[in-house]
């Protein structure tokens, strides 16, 4: 789930910079394949793992608890299914978001010796470390989604990150929203990294551009409670003008909360939800959907096979791009034919199954 | 509070061994002991006497630690003691069996006799020992209890022996008995006596509480009686008459214990079982008719509780043919046999007749819920408060408050709670377990008028009971089980002696004996 | 006068609490003071409400029901799947959603009352599997939308009404609720019984009381309250995979709040409806001064624990 | 006063325990051999098997105790992220450090359990609750307070999970030693037969001279030391503490479903660690074979939840008493 949060601000200004170059670089790789592209060039030699299919790919994954995991899982599922000549089998374990679980099913992957690859989708960072250094030494490893403390995978794929994250809602509030507005940042939970990196981000923005919100509210991404939280700043504050999210699954209940309130709808923002992006195309309020694109678990899968063949990959890190969707693209994410929990950068229009696969109709 | 100016106010008698004074109780505002005071000499049996609720387990409660006296002061051997924990009492050599069982259930019986007193090498308990131990302390009961038996496979007055072995393994130079009999049956209880005769020679002062009165006469020196919280005397073994005794108690005599006996001839056949049997009992032939107090006797492991249970459809019979108001009762359950009119009184109030926290009207309405439509309240309007005074009268009971909990009551008023529930819901056959369990003479009395005014009405009870002063006293036919037989059945007004050879000696000597 | 005292003592004191908290909301801010205000805070109070008063049948008998809060999420992604967000299907749903909450409540009774094995355990089992029921079901990720017509329970509010102006449909649910549970256990044999047998099971068994029925009617009131909450719920906040992940505590939280006793045999519908207000009520307060989140949880457990500590004084004095 | 009911067999206690591991281990070897896995039974792959019960097992034997003596503990969850927390910050990756953080850990496992004690046994709130709130505090004030207690377990510590003694992992010889002085202390110690009386009834133990209180409060200091020390193990599993460590491992209803299941009575007053550990083994297998069985993750919380119940019903079903 989490680094610990990064403390010293000077690293925090240069990432914060770094990453803010790396939203407007341009990605090398196939443009229409954005789970193929990157944005740092390094690659790494991968001919010592050369090896003749077909493989045994292994993965051990944090869990399928959230809806943007179980898409996710479905890409990597859906990715396996265009390389079935290649891939033997795909081993799944579920830690169920547990650290001590997570390790404990490494290590049974690589005691069993049924794996030429594998890999690692990290509950927390840090606690895995130890485990996929153990890894490295017996077999091929990739990490993605949340990475860990130490250089031995042949890659960790990442997207650019929380800051570039945080910082694209709240440059799209300061820049549309009147002079002297009123906005309400809602939180997840504190004290987990990513959301954290996104509302550093944000509250720096804010604060270089004059900007106080008029509350810093925790939600638990309950949508009844942070319904109740934006009714409760209405009745206080009389009128808000724009409400920032560190999680799009909040984003509909605002709507909603203004809504019930007979008010009209502020800027909000929120992220690929296709329930998000179905209401912001409807209702035509000013949105911005900043992405953690569901597409790197594809980029997993086709590391790893790359990795088997001895292809060279991007890495130590492979940096995947992260749109953003504005209302300039909305047009090219929005589904209505999509569930309202499907995220829409999850690069599977072309994967088989597709849009069943992800509860869709056709 | 006020012990220490106790001291020089109250000079201990010097023979006394134990002296309480000026002892004061309440609970909740109602104060249940109100200054009273009496001592106990080494060597002395002295029987504490009273109605329910009068205060004896009180008294014995605070001399015991098992919570402080509001007022008054305890001299022990010529020191004045203040125990605010069992273990002080214990430690000051006070021993005693509390009138409810308790044993823990899941551990065996040594460990229940030395539970707090592990005999043990640095924390390390020495279990070799403790079972050597636990078996002399069972022989010299009598009893042939396995020390490794887990409690809860023992029945009732089995516990009660491992209970008094458990106040006896302390080196007690007080011995507080608080009716040790109610469980037992007469041989049980006449060994028990052995013992308290033997302790009593080695200088042990014994207080002894029970509600059978010919026990009391039988092995008491002298005998307090308490009455509402207050001590009304103290008399010696001379002047202890039982009408004496019973008019300090109730307030009036108590010519008659037991109603006149049927006047009617029985009725029409209300219970028929034919060669009834399941695990614990074997070819129960048995015929009561509507009209009938027909009185089981048997001792302890009998299977004369078994019975009871049978028919109830607690743990039904598995084999053979009963009938009950000429429908057949098979697949029995306690629900199917209350629907047909079954009552059923069980021996242990505590655990399986009450719920303590609830009110009096609660608990005396369950049988009529119970029989009711579950979305009806029929206890609703106008005649509600009507039949709880009809019925509290009819039990004689005096408890005002019906809506405090029946757990505040002595243990003769909830047994009366439980009658009250039963005649409520106007049964056919009545089966009552041990129904004077710990009852006061007065309310005896009262129990054994209204079971016979049940039968005069036409209902029909079968009487289970360890006392056989009752069985013979209450019964029209009696009956005598052993070995989970019905050995034989006796005329009303048998004698004990004969009742006691057929319950102890089992079906072959008795019949030889006949 | 005893009685009049003693009566006055038995003023369930967490309608004191309530009535404080209130008060202080009100003070804090102004929208609360309105009858609209008030019906909106009555209109979220609405599924801990219903879920305090299904969960105290359970505990009033003796028990726990811990799987609610699953079935909280069952039923929003039923409702979400059955319907695909098609208005026509809504009355299906329903149905279907109650029948679910039956056979989850059954499932619970006769697990305990038949398979005796203690409610704890027995509904931390249905608990997962109802859970994964519902993610096995979605994929993990429920397709489809709430059609309006059913959350027009949780979410609707009429406006214009006479005297309050705006009035919730959830309030009209709640109250519905509210009168049909505190009938069944203060109005009937079986809520009397339900006393009896969470205080001494087998005494009720031996005075004829169907014991293991109700018991296990006991998990299916529980159950269907938690259909209802459900419904409300979904209906105010739409779907999501996680809609009733604590809901379980919350509700035995707020029975404890309202004075019924754990393991049986005490407590009231009163006492229910006022306990899941009292917490809600603090919720808001929480929400309203602005106190950080974290600190939020820590403050409701040392209320929980006060609320606990302050019935087991007054529970004593039997 | 005759009659003899049947004697415990001594070894009559473990037959429960003992069917469960050995139910457990067939399934496990069945599955490894079917599944072609046969690695998975080799040494490695069955210390990685009992190395999946240390965390649990731990903190199960501390909740055995609790159990017994007729209460519970909700709050070793959140005990153990805070115990795993403090114990990485005050070690802050220095290993002179290590014997500090250690103590600190344990300090307020102590704490905790007091604190869980007192409110139970003197203020006789209802321990479900007790524990839930006190549980709640802990999370709340972790939560909050969590960014300045940032910090990591230093290598050296990290032995105590992935060291080896003679190719035993430490780890399990942890769980080992807590298994068997909690098992001793139970089974021989004067102590321990008192906790059982405390735990078969209150009243009956307090009128037998046992200062009932005491008992009540140790059994909750001894889970909360548990919890602090399955903190201690799980930070130096994970070289640092997380405040959700605890609450997404499941510790508390976990940790009460394997004591249920290894026969220990929810009422108190009979059981023991036997039972717990052989539940522990049995949910430690449930996740490996589900592994190997590549059980859908979903189905597998469906079957979990049936095998919880269905293991406890295996034995209640037969009971005659009513249970809540
Ligand atoms: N814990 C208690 N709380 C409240 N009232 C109590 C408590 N214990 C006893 N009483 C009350 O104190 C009075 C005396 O009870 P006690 O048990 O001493 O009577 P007793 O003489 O032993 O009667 P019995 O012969 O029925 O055993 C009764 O009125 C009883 O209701
Ligand atoms: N008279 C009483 N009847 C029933 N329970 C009591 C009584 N007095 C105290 N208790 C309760 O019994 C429990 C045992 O307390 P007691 O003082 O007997 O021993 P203890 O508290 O274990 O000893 P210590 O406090 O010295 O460790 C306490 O929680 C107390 O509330
Ligand atoms: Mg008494
Ligand atoms: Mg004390």
């Known amino acids: 789930r989490a680094q610990t949060a990064a403390t010293n601000s000077a690293a925090v200004d240069k990432e914060f910079a770094y990453e803010q170059t790396l939203m407007s670089a341009k990605p090398i790789g196939p443009a229409d394949k954005p789970w193929e592209q990157s944005l740092s060039t390094n690659m790494v030699d991968t001919a010592k793992y050369k090896k003749a299919p077909p493989y045994r790919v292994c993965f051990s994954n944090a869990s399928i608890s959230n809806p943007w995991r179980v898409v996710g899982w479905k890409v990597m599922q859906a990715e396996a299914d265009l390389h079935k000549s290649e891939i033997a089998s795909l081993s799944y374990a579920d830690a169920q978001d547990k650290d001590d679980k997570q390790i404990s099913d490494i290590r049974a992957f690589v005691t069993g010796g049924k794996c030429d690859v594998l890999i690692v989708s990290p509950h927390t960072s840090d606690a895995l470390t130890p485990v996929v250094e153990e890894a490295c030494k017996s077999l091929p490893v990739i990490t993605f989604d949340r990475n860990v403390r130490t250089d031995c995978p042949v890659t960790a794929v990442r997207t650019i990150g929380g800051y570039a994250y945080g910082m694209a809602g709240a440059n799209f509030i300061v820049e549309n929203m009147p002079k002297g507005g009123k906005v309400l940042m809602l939180r997840t939970a504190p004290g987990i990294d990513v959301f954290e990196t996104r509302s550093d981000a944000a509250a720096k923005v804010f604060k270089a551009a004059g900007i106080k919100p008029i509350g810093v509210e925790f939600t638990g991404a309950d949508n009844a409670k942070t319904k109740a939280v934006v009714s409760d700043y209405l009745s206080r504050v009389g009128k808000i003008d724009a409400v920032w999210v560190d999680f799009g699954a909040m984003s509909v209940a605002v709507a909603e909360a203004f809504e019930d309130a007979g008010q009209d709808y502020p800027i909000i923002t929120g992220e690929d939800q296709e329930d998000y992006l179905q209401k912001w195309n409807q209702e035509g309020f000013k949105g911005i959907a900043p992405t953690y694109p569901a597409y790197q678990w594809r980029t997993a899968l086709i590391a790893a096979l790359d990795v088997l063949q001895g292809k060279p990959v991007y890495g130590p890190d492979w940096i995947l791009p992260q749109p953003l969707i504005t209302s300039a693209n909305l047009a090219q994410y929005v589904d209505p034919k999509m569930p309202p929990l499907h995220y829409a950068t999850c690069g599977c229009e072309t994967l088989p199954g597709y849009p069943e696969r992800w509860g869709g109709k056709k | ?514 | 006068m005893t009685r009049g005292l003693a009566s006055l003592r038995r003023i369930n004191p967490t309608i004191l609490v309530f009535v404080v908290l209130l008060a202080a909301i009100c003070w804090m801010s102004p929208l609360y003071r309105t009858p609209a205000g008030l019906l909106s805070l009555l209109q979220r109070a609405a599924p801990v409400v219903i879920l305090s008063c299904g969960q105290s049948f359970v505990l009033i008998a003796g028990g726990f029901d811990l799987a609610s809060g699953s079935l909280i999420t069952l039923v929003v992604v039923a409702c979400a799947l059955i319907t695909g967000g098609d208005a026509g299907w809504t009355w299906v749903a329903l149905l279907a959603s109650y029948g679910i909450g039956a056979a989850v409540g059954v499932v619970n009774g006769v697990i305990v009352a038949r398979g005796k094995v203690p409610s704890i355990i027995a509904t931390l089992g249905t608990l997962l599997s109802v859970k994964g029921i519902a993610m096995m079901w979605s994929g993990g990720a429920p397709g489809g939308y709430l059609p309006a017509n059913l959350r027009f329970f949780g979410r609707y509010v009429w406006r214009h009404v006479p005297l309050v102006g705006r009035f919730p449909v959830a309030v009209v649910v709640l109250i519905i609720s509210i009168a049909i549970m505190a009938w069944l256990m203060h109005g009937t044999n079986f809520g009397r019984l339900l006393l009896m047998i969470g205080d001494n099971p087998r005494a009720a068994e031996l005075a004829g009381a169907p014991v293991r029925r109700f018991r296990m009617l006991t998990f299916v009131i529980s159950a269907l309250a938690s259909v209802t909450a459900g419904i409300l719920l979904g209906g105010f906040s739409g779907v999501s995979v996680d809609v009733g992940t604590g809901y379980e505590l919350q509700a035995i939280s707020a029975a404890v709040i309202g004075g019924v006793v754990l393991l049986g045999g005490q407590g009231s519908m009163l006492g229910a409806v006022f306990g899941g207000l009292t917490l809600y009520a603090l919720f808001t307060l929480l929400n309203l001064v602005g106190f950080p989140e974290p600190m939020r949880v820590a403050v409701q457990g040392i209320i929980l624990i006060a609320a606990a500590a302050l019935s087991a004084r007054r529970g004593r004095r039997i | 006063m005759s009659g003899a009911a049947i004697p415990r067999g001594g070894l009559a206690k473990f037959r429960l325990p003992l069917a469960l591991v050995i139910c457990a281990a067939v399934v496990y070897a069945a599955t490894a051999l079917g599944t072609a896995q046969g690695e998975q039974l080799s040494w490695s792959g069955v210390m990685g098997l009992l190395q999946r019960m240390v965390a649990l097992g731990i903190v199960a034997v501390g909740q055995t105790l609790v159990l017994l003596v007729g209460s519970i503990d909700l709050s070793v969850a959140n005990l153990i992220s805070v115990s795993a927390v403090i114990a990485s910050h005050v070690m802050n990756g220095n290993t002179d450090a290590i014997a500090l953080g250690v103590l600190a850990a344990i300090a307020i496992g102590i704490l905790v359990g007091a604190v869980n004690g007192v409110l139970v046994a003197k203020l006789k709130v209802s321990p479900l609750i007790a524990t839930l709130g006190v549980g709640l505090v802990l999370q709340g004030v972790l939560t909050t307070s969590y960014e300045t207690l940032a910090g990591s377990v230093p290598a050296s510590f990290r032995v105590l999970a992935y060291g080896r003694v003679a190719g035993l992992p430490l780890a399990i010889l942890l769980l080992i030693v807590v298994v068997a002085l909690a098992g001793f202390v139970l089974a021989r110690t004067a102590a321990g037969y008192r906790l059982y009386g405390v735990g078969g009834n209150v009243q009956t133990a307090r009128l037998a001279g046992i200062r009932t209180d005491r008992f009540i409060i140790g059994a909750h200091i001894a889970a909360s030391v548990t919890a602090a020390i399955s903190g201690l193990y799980l930070a130096s599993w994970l070289g640092a503490g997380t405040p959700w460590v605890g609450r997404d491992g499941g510790y508390d209803l976990d940790s009460i479903a394997v004591v249920v299941i290894g026969g220990t009575l929810l009422s108190g007053g009979r059981g023991g660690v036997a039972g717990t550990i052989a539940g522990v083994f049995v949910f430690a297998t449930i996740d490996a074979v589900f592994n190997m069985l590549q059980i859908d993750p979903f189905l597998g919380q469906v079957l979990r939840g049936v095998i919880v119940v269905g293991a406890v019903a295996s034995y209640t079903i037969r009971t005659k008493a009513h249970v809540a």
């Open chain 2, 1 to 514: 509070m006020s012990s220490m100016g106790a001291i020089s106010i109250w000079t201990t008698e010097p023979e006394a061994l134990l002296t309480m004074r000026d002892i004061s109780k309440s609970f909740l505002g109602v104060r249940v002991l109100s200054h009273i005071g009496f001592d106990c000499r080494a060597g002395e049996v002295h029987a504490l006497c009273g109605e329910n609720g009068a205060g004896k387990s009180t008294l014995m409660k605070i001399l015991s630690g098992a919570f402080p006296a509001d007022e008054g002061t305890i001299v022990l051997d010529g020191t004045v003691r203040r125990f605010t924990h069992p273990s002080q009492a214990r430690a000051a050599g006070i021993g005693i069996i509390h009138q409810e069982l308790s044993l823990l259930p899941h551990r065996s019986v040594a460990e229940n006799i030395y539970l707090g007193r592990e005999p043990s090498r640095g924390g390390v308990v020495d279990r070799a020992r403790m079972g050597r131990d636990a078996r002399r302390a069972l022989s010299r009961l009598g009893s042939t209890i396995e020390p490794q038996a887990q409690t809860g496979d023992l029945t009732i007055a089995e516990q009660q022996v491992v209970e008094i072995a458990k106040a006896l393994a302390v080196d007690a130079r007080v011995l507080v008995f608080d009716e040790p009999t109610a469980p037992l049956d007469v041989v049980e209880s006449g060994k028990l006596f052995r013992v308290i005769a033997e302790l009593r020679a080695t200088g042990v002062a014994i207080i002894y509480i029970s509600h059978r009165m010919r026990e009391v006469f039988e092995i008491a020196d002298r005998v307090t009686v308490l009455k509402d919280g207050r001590g009304m005397a103290t008399l010696t073994a001379a002047q202890a008459t039982p009408d004496a005794v019973i008019r300090l108690m109730v307030g009036r005599p108590i010519s008659d214990l037991f109603p006149p006996r049927a006047t009617r001839p029985p009725g029409a056949v209300v219970l028929q079982i034919q060669d009834g049997a399941n695990g614990h009992l074997a070819g129960i032939n048995l015929t009561l008719r509507a009209g009938e107090i027909m009185g089981v006797a048997g001792l302890e492991g009998s299977g004369k509780m078994e019975l009871a249970r049978a028919i109830f459809g607690d743990e039904p019979f598995t084999s053979g043919e009963i009938t009950l108001l000429s429908g057949a009762a098979a697949a029995w359950s306690p629900r199917e046999a209350v629907r047909r009119g079954v009552a059923f009184l069980p021996d242990d109030r505590k655990s399986e007749g009450l719920g303590l926290r609830q009110s009096l009207r609660d608990n005396a309405l369950v049988v009529r819920r119970s029989l009711s439509r579950a979305l009806a309240l029929p206890s609703r309007g106008n005649r509600a408060p009507a039949i709880f005074d009809a019925l509290f009268r009819k039990v004689e009971m005096r408890a005002a408050d019906v809506d405090a909990p029946v757990g505040r009551l002595s243990g003769g008023n909830q047994q009366k709670v439980i009658v009250a529930r039963w005649l409520a819901a106007e049964p056919r056959l009545w089966i009552v377990a041990e129904p004077t369990r710990g009852i006061d003479v007065g309310a005896k009395a009262a129990i054994y008028g209204l079971l016979r005014d049940y039968a005069e009405s036409g209902g029909a009870v079968l009487m289970i009971s360890s006392d056989l002063t009752e069985i013979i006293g209450e019964s029209d036919r009696i009956a005598v089980m052993a070995g989970g037989r019905i050995v034989v059945e006796l005329p009303p007004g048998a004698s004990e002696e004969a009742i006691m050879a057929h319950a102890v000696h089992g079906p072959q000597v008795a019949e030889a004996l006949a």
